[in-house]
């Protein structure tokens, strides 16, 4: 850049920077740094069985018959299963949805449930979020005679299950095109099947006396399952997420709306919002309480009723929180007898299956390698399993290979996620099996583990003008990860435990500025013991992602520290 170029033009060479190492090709800057639909969303015919499923609603809706839009009790299940019933609502079909109690009735469906449907009235079941490896359920419900279109994005087997469609961009079949979207959630794949269903009305006439329903107004849906699903954000599911925040700032959607204030929030959410308080609200309905509330927030049309079931969704996440830290500890207790696996698969009798999936990520940031906790019934003699994988660990695939061994009752999942049904005598072998499978895979990817930084800057220089800035190569999520910032060299001014285990530091910069630090659930990590105690006298460069603190009585930028390093 050249001498005596304006702030502008430094910002924008700081975000063309961002997204270049990201991936980016410089031609493609511009429409990944502000992504809209137009720009990256698919032709959804591309997708097989597309077009089938889109026809099969369609003659659903025209012919007055009875829908069950079946959810998986998460948010991706709870926000695909919202976006398909509020459609389908709009367009004036006769629809309901059906969630899954994840204690009575575990994931996916079952065909118990699915005949029980048919025989209430149901004459088409759109599974959301599940059904990719539901072989057994649906070919029962195949055989009560009711038609079943699967609406999945979790790993499928070269088999596919009987289904009048199944579509789902990681179908071992799928076109090279379709299968670029693999990294789609799963409401991500229905607002496809929305555009589809809406394209093929419009071919029959159906909107000549009518409104088409607004799918823009969908996306805020989107963006919460996409974020709180953990999915990439590259491609399409960055503009689903830009794009949804947008339509969330606006908060027309009554539950959602409900949602934010039960959040605390007091600004527009931003992509880690989704991730960190709205979520883990609606997750907390499936893991911990009833699991229906999650999707009747996101359909109501009452707002005392959406302020009610958001508040109940408060509290219920309050609860999950006590339960996950017994969980975690007794977990915890187990590593170090694991030390020597390149996979930790824990187990207890009496642990919440609600939480397993939360705890085993914490594990998984603590030891760095792929966890799965596994919650053991002991009536029934089998443990409910959630797995949480590192990049360049196929989690979900190897999932499905215990699976085909004999090693497992159910289990499927992605490459980031798995879930699993295990016999109880089975999970010594299962632990052997993931550890030998995955062992090269984790070892490659623990060794290419190196802190990738982005920028340095002193002290001065970390400004909430700075981070508004970075902010605009965002949003920020798994495989688009936020900008890594270096500062220093500092001296640590002061270093404490605030919360339970978070650590905060004020430190300054050469330039006579000071900044502030907080490294959360890190009290016991070498680089907190070298902060607190043995700070004294040194220099550090601190490493980590910048925030806006907007608690206090004007926005100050934050560092979310990560790493620190002696710099003398």
């Known amino acids: 850049m050249e ?23 410089r031609e493609d800057v511009v429409r990944h740094l502000s992504p809209t639909l137009r720009e990256f969303l698919p032709d959804p015919s591309e997708f ?52 899954p109690d994840r204690l009575l009735e575990g994931y996916g469906p079952s065909g118990e449930a699915l005949v029980k449907l048919s025989e209430q009235g149901t004459s088409l079941i759109v599974t959301v979020d599940c059904g990719a490896m539901a072989h057994d359920a649906l070919k029962q419900a195949h055989d009560a005679g009711v038609d079943v279109i699967v609406v999945d994005h979790h790993k499928c087997s070269p088999e596919l299950p009987v289904a009048a469609a199944l579509v789902n961009p990681n179908r071992l079949d799928e076109s090279d095109l379709a299968a670029q979207h693999g990294h789609l959630a799963a409401v991500g794949v229905a607002f496809l099947l929305a555009i589809a269903l809406n394209r093929t009305l419009r071919k029959r006439g159906f909107f000549d006396d009518r409104d088409e329903p607004n799918l823009i107004s969908l996306l805020d849906l989107v963006a919460l399952g996409t974020v709180a699903d953990v999915a990439a954000l590259h491609g399409l599911n960055r503009a689903f997420v830009a794009q949804g925040l947008k339509v969330m700032a606006l908060r027309e959607r009554i539950g959602m709306s409900a949602l934010i204030d039960a959040s605390r929030l007091k600004r527009a959410p931003q992509c880690s919002d989704l991730g960190f308080a709205l979520g883990p609200r609606i997750n907390a309905g499936g893991r911990v309480g009833e699991s ?57 009798t009496g ?57 497992l009752v159910a289990g499927g999942g992605h490459a980031m996620a798995a879930g699993m049904t295990v016999e109880r005598g089975q999970i010594d072998l299962l632990s052997e099996f993931l550890d030998n499978r995955l062992a090269r895979d984790v070892s490659r990817a623990l060794e290419s583990q190196a802190m990738q930084l982005d920028l340095a800057v002193t002290t001065g220089g970390l400004t909430p003008e700075f981070v508004e800035t970075l902010e605009r190569a965002g949003p920020f999520g798994v495989g688009w990860p936020a900008p890594r910032v270096a500062v220093g060299p500092v001296r640590i001014i002061k270093a404490d435990i605030v919360g339970k285990d978070h650590l905060r530091v004020i430190a300054a910069g050469e330039d006579g500025r000071s900044l502030k630090a907080i490294a959360f659930r ?47």
């Open 3 to 25: 001498i005596g170029a304006g702030v502008a033009g430094l910002e924008d060479d700081i975000l063309t920077q961002l997204l270049l190492t990201r991936g980016v090709k």
């Open 48 to 99: 097989l069985d597309m077009d089938a499923a889109a026809e099969r609603i369609v003659q659903a809706v025209l012919g007055n018959e009875a829908i069950t839009i079946y959810g998986d009790y998460d948010v991706d299940g709870a926000t695909s299963a919202a976006l398909l019933v509020n459609l389908l609502r709009e367009l004036g079909a006769n629809v309901d949805y059906y969630i």
């Open 292 to 348: 229906t509330l999650g999707v009747r927030l996101l359909t109501t049309s009452d707002p005392e009723e959406a302020r009610e079931i958001a508040e109940q969704l408060s509290q219920l996440n309050e609860a999950r929180r006590g339960i996950e830290a017994e969980v975690q500890q007794a977990a915890e207790a187990q590593i170090g007898s694991q030390h020597n696996r390149s996979v930790l698969l824990l187990s207890g």
């Open 351 to 407: 642990w919440h299956p609600g939480v397993i999936g939360i705890v085993a990520g914490r594990i998984k940031e603590k030891t760095g390698k792929p966890s799965i906790v596994v919650a053991i019934d002991e009536a029934a003699d089998t443990g409910k399993g959630s797995g949480r994988s590192i990049s360049g660990v196929d989690l979900g695939a190897a999932i499905i290979a215990a699976r085909e061994a004999g090693l």
């Open 522 to 568: 890190a009290a016991e990590t070498d680089m907190a013991q070298t902060l607190l105690h043995r700070a004294q006298g040194r220099r550090f460069h601190l490493a980590g992602r910048v925030k806006i603190d907007d608690w206090g009585p004007r926005p100050q930028a934050e560092l979310h520290l990560e790493d620190a390093a002696f710099a003398d």
